[in-house]
């Protein structure tokens, strides 16, 4: 299958770990990107595998893999970080990329 | 700093073709061992992957879109496009460019255009 599959929303109080998850068949071969969407914008590149962030990322987020799940993981989530986070690989041919279903992240 | 920014027809009547261009700045669509992707969002749903070229014109495809999709670039430009034949109401969503960076055990899609709403209706 190449399906990534995300669950819908998750919330987060203020300062907490907020952990988001993405399954796959194909994620027991590749890595994962992640992206982060505000309302209104465009999709905005947070990571990939563990630790791989673009400048301007602030290192609160972070990733892991783990058989066919991988996870985004903010540790102390601020009012900023709420938004609908997608995962992101290829399919089985390695030759397509697929969107997770999104999370949307309600900081409380 | 890269910019990428679609622009095209922000209607298309159904059975129509869907055209759009994304025009790159701050850097030649040439250089570098880049892809040049086209994603769309319908309102309020996630992203769906359309399909990538490199600057030798290769693609790949959206299996689901693959029969109606033709991405094509024009380097002297600076630009890439996206054709989608026969639209449908299901077309209609916001669609963006963007660039990938590929190496095989990673990927990710590092600079997007704003996107722009192309809404199918009569």
């Known amino acids: ?108 | 700093q890269v910019q990428l920014q679609e622009s095209g027809p922000g209607l298309v009547k159904p059975s129509q073709t869907l055209s759009l261009t994304c025009t790159v700045s701050g850097g030649s669509i040439s250089s570098g061992n880049y892809y040049w992707s086209w994603i769309r969002q319908p309102a309020g749903k996630g992203l769906e992957w359309i399909g990538r070229l490199d600057t030798s014109g290769s693609t790949n495809y959206n299996p689901s879109l693959k029969s109606r999709v033709t991405i094509s670039i024009d380097t002297s430009k600076n630009q890439f496009s996206l054709r989608l034949s026969s639209v449908t109401a299901a077309d209609t969503a916001v669609y963006f460019c963007a660039r990938v960076v590929d190496k095989w055990n990673y990927f990710y899609f590092d600079y997007w255009g704003q996107g722009t709403l192309v809404t199918v209706s009569s």
């Open chain 1, 1 to 108: 299958s190449s399906e990534l599959t995300q669950d819908p929303a998750v919330s987060v109080a203020l300062g907490q770990t907020v952990r988001i998850t993405c399954q796959g068949d194909s994620l027991r071969s590749y890595y994962a990107s992640w992206y982060q969407q505000k309302p209104g914008q465009a999709p905005v590149f947070v990571l990939y595998g563990k630790t791989n962030r673009p400048s301007g990322i602030p290192d609160r987020f972070s990733g892991s893999s783990s058989g066919n799940t991988v996870t985004l993981t903010i540790t102390g989530a601020q009012a900023e970080d709420e938004a609908d986070y997608y995962c992101n690989s290829r399919d089985s041919s390695g030759y397509h990329y697929v969107f997770g279903t999104g999370t949307k992240v309600t900081v409380l």
